[in-house]
Each structure stands twice: as structure tokens, then as C-alpha cells.
């Protein structure tokens, strides 16, 4: 009892004690403000991943994918049975995008993935990061009429309302420019004849007048021509017989870019009315986000949907050749995860196999497992059915990005190694506080043992000393840390408008808000640790008080 | 003996027995805890003490062959100069250090062998002990620092079940020694004989059979150093409480009922 009453005495008359117990708060609240908040990332980072990159991919190294898929399908629905939701086949190449802005082409280097629309969406979020809110029911490579982005303010008017805007922008030039470059050709002409009249005239002859008519004439036929170097009409030998009814027709699109009959050839592509085969950008592909004036995040979009682009990527077969299309931005892919942002592009498989001549193969088999199932344990079984001679390797999505998760992986280890350390730290500076206040106690442990107090009972008030602060600095440590991890974003804000520093530059995270993730179980942890740190170091100190000589302890003075 | 009627409110204390029996308590006579005193009457006998100090290789001797009789029921002062071993030996009686040679017997057993458990309980339980300097502990009230034997003594469930004749019996104490009105008060808002009283009240809290007291007035007046040899020789007289205090004044020394003198590390004279 009595170790009980002193302890409690010994922390109210010694308030100083409770400074060396700050470390342990501060180590405490920051361990687990950065792990909540790496959790949060990662948790969010690993959600995105998973949901882009579905649950098991069997991939080919060969350029020309596989042509038997049907039979490998087959083999899967056995090997993997009841676990089995979803599949779907994709086909993805390296490849080029070009964006036509303002007269100059800016280059990106993608990811161009062609997928099927139907299955796509059982084994993949992908739906979920469109921008049109139709497409996030049903995914369509159709340009929508408008209504793109209707949550963001910033995000210009797209569909088809653009691209007739642009398209008939787009005709008024080339007309102006057409007038311009006939009336030089008019004046060429002109001087020509001049020019031959003079030396028919020097040389006597007059037979040239007659074929100086017959180009003018040609220029005034050839006119849809006249610039190649405009998207539409570089384009037209491509384009289709689709007409105005396309536009409600959803596989429109296809049968558009499949159309390359010598017929067609000569046929006009009307960009007002008709559309390319649709593209699904990466959002950082198309856009750049860059800090305005005010200070204010905001967008800059190169394309839009509605906007055509030029791909270049390569065909299949043994000699690959780089084959250039053109594409009709239909949509933006937002998953907030830069990477996948700025390389993905996404078009219809059926599409892409036609382009480059690959029939109906394709480069990877995506499968959705269930909810629970063991994701490794099919990998094994299928990696057992296709060994490495067949050129098809099987991954998890953890195992396609196991770098990325291992590095995130590391680097919470090691931050929780520092901070601990600091709280070590503050460990010593509880030794050294707790020494002294022995040292000062020498006379009451003289006096305590003097009454018949075992040397135990004695370290018992010291080590109790001890647990109590500990227990105090972490208890509130983990208090302020959780408050601080839930008004996180407030505090960023609130330290943003002190500082007019950006703490968490959504230019760079791609997300709005910091997400935070708090495991109970690190809480607990954490403080459980801290309170173990301030017990340890209370234990020499306990020691020496138990140790002390009750004689010599009540000579001092 | 005018002074004694002063100083004494009749009241009952609660004694150990008192604690245990659940009994009502009875007078104050039973302070003390009366002891089993074997060889006729003696309580506390040394036989050859020998301490000596250790201080840098260099040894100083201190008790040469020191041997000692303290008599139940009387009050003995041990009598010698400053730096003459009083300390020393009474420490030693105390069991709170060990001799380096020699026995010492507390009512015909052997002490000063015991395990350091079963020293903490004689200390505990058959001993107080009070000193020059009070060595109350300062950041507890008076009646706290009267409760701290007891709470030793019984743990803590044990304290909680008696919590209140503990604190009957520790409240009786101090209004005993004259402290009723001081009871909430620290250490230091109390002055030195007031400090030496709760000290009393403390030591006896236990129901010691024997009080040990190290130059209880050295640092008090003469006027409040005999108020409280007052106390301690009713305390003496009423309960038979066997009293060895230690002093360095011949008139102290004269009020009990045997002197020991202390010089050369040996008993000289018995007077
Ligand atoms: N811890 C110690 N170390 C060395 N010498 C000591 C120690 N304690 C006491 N002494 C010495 O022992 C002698 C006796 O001390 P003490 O018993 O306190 O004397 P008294 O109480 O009679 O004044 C003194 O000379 C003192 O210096
Ligand atoms: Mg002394």
C-alpha cells in the first residue's frame, strides 16, 4: 500500500519527472501518425493496384500473344474451379501516342491496352476511374454527346458537342487556308504563262498554252486532299461508310476502323459526323496539372474527348512494322495512381487484334478469383499446367508489383525502427531523471527500510514510478496521435495556411485528401512498447534504490 | 511529574491484539507488545560487538568488543561523546547494519543473523525507532507517515480490510503524543518537537516492544527536548515499553533508570 501512496506522491511533487515522459509522447504520437498514415497509402495504393491489375494474369512473352487462348481458358475454368468470378483476355503493346495541340505534336510513350468491354469489368476497377458517369456503368469506346467529368468545374466541355465544334472550326480553316493557297496557285500559274508566253515568243513557238489550263483544274477537284497533313485528312483510307447512325450505334466504332475496303479509299472522313476508333486515355496523359496564379491546383488539358490522336505501335508477325492509327479520345482514366495515369490507353481489343493482324490472340489472360480465395495457391496450380516452355508466365498482382510493395514494405520498417529509436532515446532520458530522483530519495528508502520495508517493495515504488509515466507519456502520446491522424487533413491545411507551404501537394499524390488507415493493433502496440521502454529504464534505478544501505542511506543529509 | 497530566487525553488506543481480535480496545497500558525476556528480565543484550568502518583500504575500528544489557520495562541511555560509535551500536541493536563479530539477542533470540526478510519484519513489527534528525518522510502528512508501518506491515489488501483501526489506532497515537490538531499536516509546516512526536507516534504504531532513540532531543531546545523525554518516560511508565536512547548529555542520561558509557569502541561503566 505504502508503494502505492509514495509512488502516487512521488508523481504529484515531481511534475519535473513528467518532462523526461515528453519524448515518449512525441515518439508515440509520430510512430503512429506515419503509420497510419503510410497504411493509408499503401492500403489505397494496393486497393488501386489490385483493382487495375485484377487478381492472377497469365502473360506471353511472345509478340504475337497466344492464338489458342480458347483451350488455355478452358484449362483455367478446371484448374482454378469454384474460385474463379471473372475472366477476360487483353491485349497490350508498347506504343506512342501522339497529340496534336495547337499545330505541334506532343509525344507520349504508352501502354496501349486493348480490352474486351464486356468482361474487362469483372476483373478489373477499371470502369470505376472513368470520367463520363455512363461509362462507369457500361464502358462503351463510343464518344458520348457531353456530360463528361460532371464533378469538376474545370474539366472543359468534351463529346460530341466538342468535336463538331472543332470539326467545323477545323473546315473554316482549311477553307480560308484553300481560297489562299488557290489564289497563289492562281498568280504561279499567271507568271508561268507570262513567262512561257515570253520565251514562245523568244523562241517563236506557241504551243504551251493549252496544258498551262490542266492544273488548275486538278487542284479544284482534288480539294478534300489538299492538306494531308490534317489529322481527317490523313485519316480518310481508314475511315468507313459510317454515317450519322453510328453515333447511337455502340460497336460503331469497330466496324469503323475494320473498314478498309479499296472503295472507301476515296471516301471523305466527315470528323463532324463520324469518329475514329475509340481511345481511353490515362488522364496524365492528355493533361498536365500545374499550380495557377491564385495558387490553385489546376488542370491543362492537351486533348479532350472528342479530339482525335494519332498511336503508332507495332504489328505482330515475325518483322514488325510501326503501325499508325488514328483514335478518338472517348474517355479519361483517372485511378490517382501516376504511374498507370500517365502509360495506360486503353482501346477494344477486337480493335487492336485487327491493326496488327494478330486474328483473335491475345497477350494475357486476366482471371478474378473470389473474395477470401488464396490467390498463390492457384498461381502454383497454374504454373504447374504452364511451365516455362510455353512462354507464358503467371503472376499475381502482388508478384507484378512485389518492388513496389517490398520498397513501401522497407521503408515503413525502417521508419518504425527510427522512430522507436527516438523513444529509446527517451528511454535514457527517463534512466537519467529516475537516478536522480533515487539519489534524492536516498533518505526516505533509509527511512522506508528502517521501518521495515523490504528492499523489494522498496524498487516496487520506483518501478510503479516508472509504469505510471510510461504509461502516461504513451497513453497520451496515442491520444494526440489519433487525433492528429484524425484531423490530419485540417492540420495540413491550417499548417498551409501558416506556412504558404503545400504539405501534401496534390500535384504530386494525385490524391485530395491524405488517407489514414488506423490498425487498433499498432495502437496498441506502439503504446505497449513505449510503456515497456519507460518500464526498462526504470529498473536500474529500482535496482540501486533496492540495493541501498539503509545505514548509509539515513547518515545522508 | 506535573506536566504528565498535561499532556495525556485519556483515550483508549487500539492495539495490535485489539487489530486482530476485533476485540474492544483497551487502555493504553498496551502500547507496547509485551515480549518473552528470558535471562531475567533483559530484552536486548549484545555480547562483543565489533564494527569497524571501511574507508579507502584504511579500516576504522569503531566498537572494540562492545557488549550490551538493556532490561524490559526500563528506559537505558547510552551515554558518550560525538563520534564515540552511539550511532554505530544502536544501528547494529537495530539490526540495520550487521556487526562485523559478536550476537545480539532480542528476548533470548538471535537477530543478527536473521534473513534480510525476517529482519525487515523484526524491524517491522518488535522495533521503533526515532532519530536526532526525525526522518519523517516529507512528502506525506503526519498521519501518513504514522500509517507507513502498518501499511508495510499488512499489504495492501490487508491495509484495505483494517483501514479503519488502523487509522483509529494511528489517530489515537498522535492525539496521544500531543498531535491531534496537526494530523493533515506536512513535515515541514511542523516544528521540530512537533516532528519528533509524529516520529514517536510512528515508531510505536506497530506495537513494538522496544524503542530505539538516537539523540531524540539533539536537535531541539532544552524546553521541547524534555517535553518529549517527558512523553517518552510516561510512555515508559505506563505501558512498559522498553526504551534504549542514545544521547551525549549527562543530564538526559541521569533521568533513566541505567546509563551505558560508551568510549574506546567499549562499554566503561555502568551507573
Ligand atoms: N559509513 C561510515 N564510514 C566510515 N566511517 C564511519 C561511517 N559511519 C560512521 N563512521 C565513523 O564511525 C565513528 C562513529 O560514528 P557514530 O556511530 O555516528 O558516532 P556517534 O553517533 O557516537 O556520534 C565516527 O568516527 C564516524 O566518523
Ligand atoms: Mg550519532
New interface residues.
Given amino acids: 500500500?505504502?508503494r502505492?501512496?509514495?509512488c502516487w506522491?512521488?508523481l504529484r511533487?515531481r511534475y519535473i519527472a513528467l518532462a523526461s515522459v515528453v519524448s515518449v509522447m512525441l515518439g508515440v504520437a509520430t510512430l503512429i501518425i506515419v503509420n497510419s498514415v503510410m497504411d493509408g497509402f499503401t492500403t489505397e495504393m494496393q486497393e488501386r493496384m489490385h483493382g487495375i491489375l485484377s487478381d492472377v494474369v497469365i502473360e506471353t512473352h511472345s509478340a504475337n500473344g497466344m492464338p489458342n487462348h480458347p483451350v488455355f481458358e478452358e484449362k483455367i475454368r478446371k484448374i482454378a474451379g469454384d474460385d474463379l468470378v471473372g475472366l477476360t483476355t487483353v491485349v497490350h503493346v508498347p506504343a506512342m501516342v501522339a497529340i496534336d495541340h495547337r499545330g505541334e505534336n506532343i509525344t507520349r510513350q504508352i501502354n496501349l491496352i486493348g480490352i474486351d468491354m464486356d468482361s474487362y469489368a469483372d476483373v478489373s476497377d477499371f470502369s470505376k476511374y472513368l470520367l463520363h458517369p455512363e461509362n462507369r456503368e457500361q464502358i462503351s469506346f463510343a464518344l458520348r454527346e457531353s456530360g463528361y467529368a460532371p464533378d469538376r468545374e474545370q474539366f472543359p466541355e468534351s463529346g460530341w458537342v466538342h468535336r463538331r465544334r472543332m470539326a467545323q472550326f477545323k473546315k473554316r480553316m482549311r477553307e480560308m487556308q484553300r481560297q489562299l493557297e488557290l489564289e497563289q496557285e492562281r498568280n504561279t500559274r499567271l507568271r508561268e504563262e507570262i513567262d512561257q508566253a515570253a520565251q514562245a515568243a523568244v523562241s517563236g513557238h506557241g504551243l504551251v498554252s493549252a496544258p498551262a489550263a490542266e492544273p488548275s483544274e486538278e487542284l479544284a477537284a482534288d480539294h478534300g486532299l489538299a492538306f494531308p497533313e490534317t489529322p481527317e485528312q490523313f485519316a480518310s483510307p481508314v475511315a468507313s461508310e459510317s454515317t450519322t447512325d453510328a453515333l447511337a450505334d455502340t460497336d460503331g466504332p469497330s466496324v469503323n476502323a475494320l473498314a478498309t475496303r479499296p472503295e472507301d479509299v476515296a471516301r471523305v472522313f466527315d470528323a463532324e459526323q463520324e469518329q475514329h476508333a475509340g481511345i481511353v486515355l490515362g488522364i496524365s496523359i492528355g493533361s498536365t496539372r500545374y499550380r495557377n496564379e491564385v495558387g490553385d491546383v489546376t488542370d491543362y488539358y492537351y486533348v479532350q474527348p472528342g479530339d482525335d490522336v494519332q498511336v503508332t505501335f507495332p504489328s505482330a508477325g515475325s518483322m514488325p512494322t510501326a503501325l499508325n492509327e488514328y483514335f478518338t479520345v472517348v474517355d479519361f482514366y483517372e485511378s490517382k495512381m501516376s504511374e498507370y495515369d500517365a502509360t495506360f490507353a486503353f482501346v477494344d481489343i477486337g480493335v487492336l487484334q485487327q491493326f496488327r493482324g494478330m486474328q483473335d490472340a491475345v497477350s494475357s489472360i486476366q482471371l478474378k478469383l473470389r473474395e477470401g480465395a488464396d490467390l498463390n495457391a492457384v498461381r502454383d496450380r497454374l504454373r504447374a499446367e504452364f511451365p516455362p516452355e510455353m512462354m507464358l508466365q503467371v503472376n499475381t498482382w502482388r508478384d507484378l508489383q512485389g518492388a513496389l510493395l517490398a520498397a513501401v514494405q522497407m521503408e515503413t520498417t525502417i521508419l518504425n525502427i527510427l522512430l522507436f529509436l527516438i523513444i529509446a532515446v527517451a528511454g535514457f532520458g527517463i534512466l537519467a531523471t529516475f537516478f536522480m530522483i533515487v539519489v534524492e530519495k536516498t533518505?526516505?528508502i533509509?527511512?522506508?527500510?528502517?521501518?521495515?520495508?523490504?528492499?523489494a517493495?522498496v524498487a516496487s515504488i520506483f518501478l510503479g514510478y516508472g509504469v505510471l509515466l510510461g504509461a502516461f507519456g504513451a497513453g497520451v502520446g496515442a491520444v494526440a496521435g489519433l487525433v492528429f491522424v484524425a484531423n490530419i487533413n485540417s492540420i495540413a491545411g491550417a499548417l498551409e495556411a501558416v506556412t504558404g507551404q503545400e504539405v501534401f501537394d496534390p500535384t504530386v499524390y494525385y490524391f485530395e485528401t491524405i488517407p489514414t488507415i488506423v490498425h487498433p493493433a499498432m495502437v496498441v502496440w506502439v503504446t505497449l512498447g513505449a510503456i515497456m521502454i519507460a518500464v526498462m529504464a526504470s529498473v536500474l534505478p529500482s535496482i540501486r534504490a533496492a540495493r541501498m544501505?539503509?545505514?548509509e542511506a539515513?547518515r545522508y543529509? | 511529574m506535573s506536566s504528565v497530566s498535561e499532556v495525556r487525553p485519556r483515550r483508549r488506543i487500539p492495539s495490535e491484539q485489539d487489530l486482530q481480535s476485533g476485540l474492544p480496545a483497551y487502555d493504553m497500558l498496551e502500547i507496547a507488545r509485551p515480549v518473552d525476556t528470558k535471562p531475567e528480565g533483559c530484552l536486548l543484550e549484545a555480547k562483543q560487538l565489533f564494527k569497524a568502518y571501511r574507508k579507502n583500504r584504511h579500516e576504522v575500528p569503531v566498537l572494540k568488543g562492545c557488549d550490551f544489557q538493556a532490561r524490559a520495562g526500563e528506559m537505558t541511555a547510552i551515554l558518550g561523546q560525538s563520534g564515540s560509535g552511539k550511532s554505530t551500536l544502536l544501528?547494529l541493536l537495530?539490526t540495520?547494519?550487521a556487526p562485523d563479530a559478536g550476537e545480539i539477542y532480542f528476548g533470548g533470540e538471535r537477530i543478527d543473523n536473521l534473513s534480510?526478510?525476517r529482519r525487515?519484519?523484526?524491524?517491522?513489527?518488535k522495533l521503533g525507532?526515532i532519530?536526532q534528525?526525525y526522518?519523517?518522510?516529507?512528502?506525506?502528512t503526519a498521519f501518513?507517515n504514522v500509517?507507513?508501518?502498518m501499511?508495510?506491515?499488512?499489504?495492501?489488501w490487508g491495509?484495505?480490510r483494517k483501514r479503519k483501526q488502523i487509522h483509529e489506532r494511528s489517530r489515537c497515537l498522535l492525539e496521544r503524543v500531543g498531535l491531534s490538531h496537526r494530523l493533515h499536516h506536512r513535515p515541514r509546516e511542523l516544528s521540530g518537537g512537533e516532528m519528533q512526536r509524529a516520529a514517536i507516534a510512528?515508531a510505536l504504531v506497530a506495537s513494538p516492544a522496544l524503542l530505539l532513540a538516537d539523540e531524540p532531543t539533539g536537535n531541539l531546545d532544552r524546553a521541547t527536548g524534555n517535553q518529549i523525554l517527558q512523553l517518552l518516560r510516561e510512555l515508559n511508565h505506563e505501558s512498559k515499553l522498553t526504551i534504549v536512547m542514545v544521547t551525549h548529555d549527562e543530564q538526559i542520561a541521569q533521568r533513566c533508570d541505567a546509563t551505558i558509557r560508551l568510549a574506546d569502541g567499549r562499554i566503561q561503566a555502568e551507573g
Fill in positions: 500500500m505504502y502505492w501512496l509514495l506522491r512521488y511533487t533518505k526516505d533509509g527511512i522506508l527500510k528502517s521501518l521495515g520495508a523490504s528492499g517493495g544501505h539503509p545505514v539515513l543529509e | 544501528h537495530g540495520l547494519d534480510r526478510r525487515d519484519q523484526f524491524r517491522n513489527s525507532m532519530f534528525f526522518h519523517l518522510l516529507p512528502e506525506v501518513q500509517l507507513l508501518p501499511m508495510i506491515q499488512e499489504g495492501f491495509y484495505v510512528r
